[in-house]
């Protein structure tokens, strides 16, 4: 940003420091729009991502997962979401208040409201959803009318005091946190629907927060920090990276957690026992920093961290934690299977800080580990049957997958994986200027109007090796089309142009880049051949899982003693609905009678049977049993004294499952 700006942003500062109401930022008024100016990014990116809306899911499962969701942001009341922050504005309502982590006696309520803008914001890019727009539009106003009625630019469904407390070292739960996700969806409403009465919003909350934090002193704000505050320095990096106005970049640094950063910008792992989502928020923070400063530090840090927690504390599903914490050193994990493994949240925002790192540095590596966990962690995560999502993906074996209920769990989780679904496509292409790259194997067309090109991607992968690419070009264009040729590919790599066969020489983790003149109706087929693997624990190799490409395979445990109220959040317990009610079948241990196992683990599904979409009906257990029993990646253990059953793990539903097995030689 030069000094040629028509309005500086020292003056634009001033305004947003002396309140919303100098700076004609009342709820309800408009940002004037022609004093926003983009920062622009300091680090040039090496790797552009798509805007969402430029690339659409075609039919397969993460379109239907899309669907479920779209479904479930529509079927949520606007005036129940709106009830406690009317009720803390002193405005009526008379709605039926939510259960669980909303309910108007939990500190957190309120948190949903963020995530719920963030997903429709998301959506509608996504989809078009007009009607879903517009019902977050009326939302935003509605919430505007409370700010105004606040009058000092405070919004949230909890008073002010919450706020005290956290100054007063009191016990409280994480207010900063939910302000976080509130001022977030607020910047997505207004950065993927336009509403300039969202960024209105986000900017009076700012100016709160800001003459809050004024009168601490670092030390100060260092404790304040200590308690879970999400995202702030994220959201504030990106405020200033929307408006460009430095005051911004100077706020969000006072939530830069030094106590966090400081050795891991020296390459020390000090993770263990910390609360592993409370870190992961801040470190997408620190990636944007680097972003928009060119500090090589906040580079460091965010690099360092995703190494430790990517490579050194996940399991083979690419989630990390247990019981929310990093209770072990580095590789220790064998000792970490529980019923409250991977906290979703976890999954949600390690995939947004490998998605910054590969633009930094576009190594297909990025995109392996983002795969993993995106299919393992995000998409099995989802119940099919009627959208809702889970907290935990516990890898203890004979537990089973546990879901949030529509109206009364809530969670922090429940606010990630609306989120998550509404951005299924958001990491499947990217770019540069000399062509594309292909990240995902998703069926989905990318329109990218600056080349006149559409690439249409066609696949029913995993269930089948095979990618197709079909172009549709406004005119010839000269570009490369690079696909990601993941870790797991094994030999028997092929692909054809237009029917000829292609000569690619590419090793596994790399991209096999195919440059040449496009034109309309051109078609690239890929064979990227899977083959079954085994993941052992870093600490234990007797600790197994098997992989099939790139999906953790889960043994199917049967549904013994298991009811469908379950499988769903206790609706009594707000606070602790997450727990698991009931406990685990262990799984048998497993005699290998070679070290491939390839030789006594086959494939059983019929690859050539076109699956169904798990279409299942909310009923008993066994219905959902029988739906993923057709999946043609079903495979069987043999040679056992029992007969078991592997299934992907994002497909296995409603019963007791296994993915680490202690394996011993025969
Ligand atoms: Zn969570």
């Known amino acids: 940003m030069g000094d040629g700006n028509k309005f500086s942003r020292r003056e634009f500062g001033a305004l947003v420091a002396a309140g919303p109401l100098a700076a ?67 405005l009526p309502s008379n709605a039926r208040q939510l259960g669980g982590w909303e309910r108007p006696d939990i500190e957190l309520r309120g948190h949903f409201m963020g995530h719920y803008l963030s997903a429709c914001g998301l959506m509608f890019s996504s989809t078009g959803d007009d009607l879903l727009k517009r019902k977050a539009d009326a939302i935003v106003a509605e919430l505007g009318k409370c700010q105004k009625a606040n009058g000092n630019g405070w919004l949230s469904a909890f008073p002010t005091e ?41 900017l009076g909350m700012v100016a709160w927060t800001r003459k809050w934090a004024e009168p601490l002193s670092d030390d100060g704000m260092a404790l304040i920090l200590q308690v879970e505050y999400g995202g702030m320095n994220e959201f504030l990096y990106n405020l200033y990276g929307v408006t460009g106005n430095r005051d911004f970049l100077a706020l969000a640094h006072r939530f830069d957690h030094a106590r966090l950063f400081d050795p891991l910008a020296e390459a020390r792992d000090e993770l263990k026992g910390q ?181 249409r991607q066609e696949t029913r992968f995993p269930d089948e090796d095979r990618i197709n690419f079909e172009f549709q070009c406004e005119r010839p264009v000269e570009m490369a089309l690079r696909i990601r040729v993941p870790y797991w590919a094994g030999a028997g790599l092929t692909v054809t142009i237009n029917g000829r066969p292609e000569e690619l020489s590419v090793k596994p983790s790399s991209y096999g880049a195919i440059e040449r003149t496009w034109q309309t109706g051109d078609r690239v087929e890929v064979r990227l051949p899977m083959s079954l693997h085994v993941h052992p624990m870093p600490d234990d190799p007797t600790l197994q899982a098997f992989m099939y490409g790139p999906l953790v395979l889960a043994g199917a445990l049967g549904n013994e003693g298991l009811t469908y109220e379950m499988m ?95 394996v011993k030689q025969a």
């Open 24 to 90: 004609g930022l009342q709820a309800g008024s408009h940002f004037p729009r022609q004093r926003v100016q983009p920062a622009t990014e300091t680090t040039p990116l090496k790797a552009q991502p798509f805007p969402l809306r430029q690339v659409r899911l075609l039919s397969g499962s993460c379109y239907t997962l899309q669907d479920r969701n779209r479904v479930y942001l529509h079927t949520l009341d606007p005036d129940r979401l709106l009830h406690a922050f009317r009720l803390t504005a002193g």
């Open 162 to 202: 919450f706020m005290q407390r956290l100054k007063e070292r009191l016990p409280v739960w994480a207010p900063f946190y939910t302000l976080h996700k509130i001022m977030a969806g607020m910047l997505d409403m207004y950065r993927h629907c336009g509403n300039e009465q969202a960024l209105d919003i986000a």
């Open 275 to 455: 609360h592993a989502n409370t870190q992961l928020a801040k470190l997408i923070g620190a990636a944007r920093r680097y972003e928009l400063t060119g500090e090589e530090r906040y580079r460091r840090i965010a690099e360092f961290c995703w190494q430790q927690v990517a490579l050194h504390r996940s399991y083979c599903t690419g989630g990390t934690s247990n019981g929310q914490r990093w209770r072990t050193d580095p590789g220790v994990l064998a000792s970490e299977l529980s019923a409250t493994t991977q906290e979703c949240c976890c999954t949600y925002n390690m995939l947004k800080l490998t998605r910054h790192l590969f633009t930094w540095n576009p190594d297909a590596r990025y995109a392996d580990f983002f795969e993993r966990a995106f299919l393992n962690g995000i998409i099995g995560t989802m119940n099919p049957a009627d959208g809702m999502t889970a907290f935990y993906l516990p890898l203890e074996s004979g537990y089973w997958k546990l879901f949030s209920l529509p109206f009364d769990s809530f969670w922090c989780c429940t606010g990630t994986g609306v989120e998550s679904f509404a951005k299924l496509a958001d990491s499947i292409y990217f770019h540069d200027d000399r062509g594309v790259y292909v990240n995902l194997f998703i069926p989905a067309r990318l329109h990218w109007p600056e080349k006149g090109v559409f690439i």
């Open 568 to 662: 769903y959040s206790d609706p009594t317990n707000p606070r602790r609905g997450e727990g698991m009610r009931g406990q685990p079948i262990p799984a048998p241990e497993l005699i290998a009678p070679s070290a491939r196992p390839g030789d006594w683990i086959r494939r059983i599904g019929d690859p050539s049977v076109e699956v169904r979409d798990v279409e299942v009906v909310a009923g008993s257990p066994g219905d959902w049993m029988r739906a993923v029993g057709d999946s043609a990646l079903a495979f069987r253990i043999t040679r056992q004294r029992r007969t078991l059953s592997l299934i992907p793990l994002n497909r296995i539903f409603g019963q007791r499952f296994a993915v680490y097995w202690r």
